[in-house]
């Protein structure tokens, strides 16, 4: 006979997410989770993951839903443990990642009187998150319906909710399986469907316009959204500019935005603005476009997602449809008529085509840099594969390259936060179906190098470090260098090498700091697939931002 947890609410949650058939449980090592730590790992149907630092918990959870699309579960003894998943649950509430953070605590009786472990546990994650609740001490038949509402949130939402359980002692006793009643949890929610006479209205106005906008950020790849954007690419009076975090790609597409806009003057500008703007996705990383659609408002912005909190990035939002693009488009695409009388989509192209001549003329003169190495990881990396990029210097880099079709690209771009960009990838790997590969730059991986602390990477794992001995991007940005503290306090350089924390977890690992060892490098790299690997290009006494300084220049 299976033996279970003899605490109520463990059982309870463990019967509610079977019936929602969520299965990936992250657990962090603790004493006041005992009974959900039994409960979990005396069944089958769950897949537990042993995760001991507790932030990189949180974002190992994080990779792993973000893949799979339905929760992952994050399990934490009581006190601080559970304060470390919040850039986690930050960054799954604005990438809209469903997430069940649940808290072993204790009595309420000992909040606040000097027991150990014991914090304010209850709502801790309120201004981040879907829902929060605290289940009973002892364990009622009511605290069924409220897991099951919360994992419903979750799902609807797309984003964390909270179960805090408190447990007395004893904690690590077993029994049978409590007599609980039938449970069923509703997992899929339709897209809404505008009526069509309302749809009418914006399509007079769309027919009106020969410059339109499509703008896509971070979105999961899809089929269907890139088949729809290809249609529209075929009216001269669209464009359609993406991020690489979009997972869309075209000949008739601008995927490489600063490429294109970032010394363009205001009055150049000016020519290239839309008269209406419709969004997908979210979290852009260009700041150039975000500048440049501030300033040079549309006359109508339309942002499409499903979500209670649309985002006004550009400050000119005057209709959100709220529900997916897909659902949108299958449905205004049989409104839209191409004007085929229109040259805005011409006029971005050549736009286009002039920045990409001098992109390529460029790099062929530009030695061995940050730049040259993105170009070379572009150029070499085999498809199908997914990357995982890492924030600051390294996803900005990213966008002003192609990438082989059939790449996929994700990043933590709701909070842009360096702190989980290792541990984000490794979950992910977890998940994917294709081979992972982690760009990241130095002081983002070392910072979260307890990532690397886990039994659970693959052969076909890679990570690339590009070190140039800090964080690199405040040589770049305006500001810091006025001030006396640019090296130790913005850059922090360091003289850290990553050779000993592959060794101490046992990945593979090779350094270069030369153009030609780099290609002979990344041929390996991508070729040997028996063991996890780490590769750091060294470019420490390089003048990175210099070289790209120079680049945006030669752009014109």
């Known amino acids: 006979m299976q033996k279970h947890a003899n605490k109520y609410t463990a059982q309870a949650l463990s019967a509610v997410l079977k019936a929602a058939d969520i299965s990936d449980i992250v657990i962090s090592p603790g004493s006041r989770n005992a009974p959900l730590i039994i409960e979990f790992t005396n069944q089958n149907f769950f897949h537990n993951y042993s995760i001991i630092d507790e932030r990189s918990a949180g974002f190992v959870a994080l990779g792993m839903a973000q893949q799979t699309g339905k929760p992952a579960v994050l399990v934490c003894t009581s006190g601080s443990a559970l304060l470390n998943y919040y850039p986690a649950v930050a960054e799954a509430f604005y990438s809209h990642i469903p997430l069940i953070v649940v808290s072993a605590d204790r009595m309420q009786k000992w909040v606040d009187q000097g027991e150990g472990q014991t914090i304010r546990q209850h709502g801790v994650f309120k201004n981040h998150s879907w829902q929060n609740i605290t289940l009973s ?27 805090n ?19 069923k949890v509703k997992t899929e929610f339709e897209d809404l469907i505008y009526p069509v006479d309302y749809l009418e209205k914006f399509e007079q106005k769309w027919q009106n316009s020969k410059r339109k906008m499509i703008l896509a950020g971070q979105h999961k790849p899809s089929e269907f959204l890139q088949a729809q954007l290809e249609k529209f690419a075929q009216d001269p009076s669209v464009i359609i500019l993406h991020e690489n975090i979009a997972n869309v790609q075209h000949p008739k597409f601008i995927g490489n935005i600063d490429q294109a806009i970032f010394n363009l003057t205001d009055k150049d500008l000016a020519q290239f603005k839309p008269d209406i703007l419709i969004t997908v996705g979210r979290n852009f990383v260009s700041k150039k476009i975000k500048q440049f659609l501030r300033q040079h408002k549309p006359k109508e912005h339309w942002h499409i997602e499903k979500t209670d909190i649309p985002p006004d990035t550009f400050e000119a939002m005057t209709q959100h449809f709220n529900t997916a693009p897909e659902m949108f488009f299958s449905q205004f695409l049989f409104l839209a008529k191409p004007i085929f009388s229109a040259n805005y989509q011409q006029k971005w192209l050549s736009l286009k085509e002039e ?63 360096i702190d989980g960009s290792n541990s984000t990838a490794i979950g992910a790997h977890l998940k994917s179906k294709l081979p992972v590969l982690h760009v990241s730059g130095d002081i983002s991986f070392l910072y979260d190098s307890n990532a690397l602390w886990q039994k659970y990477t693959q052969p076909n794992f890679k990570i690339i470090v590009i070190n140039n001995g800090g964080g690199d991007i405040f040589n ?79 752009l014109g």
């Open 137 to 163: 001490e002892k364990g009622m038949p009511d605290d069924i319906e409220k897991i099951r509402k919360a994992i419903e949130t979750a799902i609807e939402k797309r984003g964390p909710v909270h179960i």
């Open 165 to 183: 359980i408190p447990f007395d002692e004893p904690l690590y006793d077993l029994t049978e399986a409590f007599d609980l009643p039938s449970i």
């Open 476 to 554: 770049f940005i305006p500001g810091p260098a006025k001030t006396q503290a640019l090296e130790d306090f913005f850059v922090t350089k360091h003289r850290y090498h990553m050779k000993k924390l592959a060794e101490m977890f046992d990945f593979n690992y090779q350094k270069v700091n030369n153009l030609p060892g780099l290609e002979v490098a990344l041929k390996e790299f991508f070729d040997q697939n028996n063991k996890a690997q780490i590769l750091e290009i060294d470019t420490q006494n390089i003048n990175n931002a210099q070289i790209l300084k120079d680049y945006f220049s030669f």
């Open 355 to 417: 920045k990409k001549n001098r992109h390529h003329n460029f790099l062929k003169q530009t030695a061995y840099s940050d730049l040259k190495a993105f170009e070379l990881i572009s150029q070499m990396i085999p498809s199908p594969y997914q990357i995982q990029w890492g924030n600051s210097s390294t996803i900005r880099y990213a966008q002003l390259f192609d990438f082989p079709e059939g790449t996929r690209h994700f990043s933590n771009r709701g909070t842009s936060g």
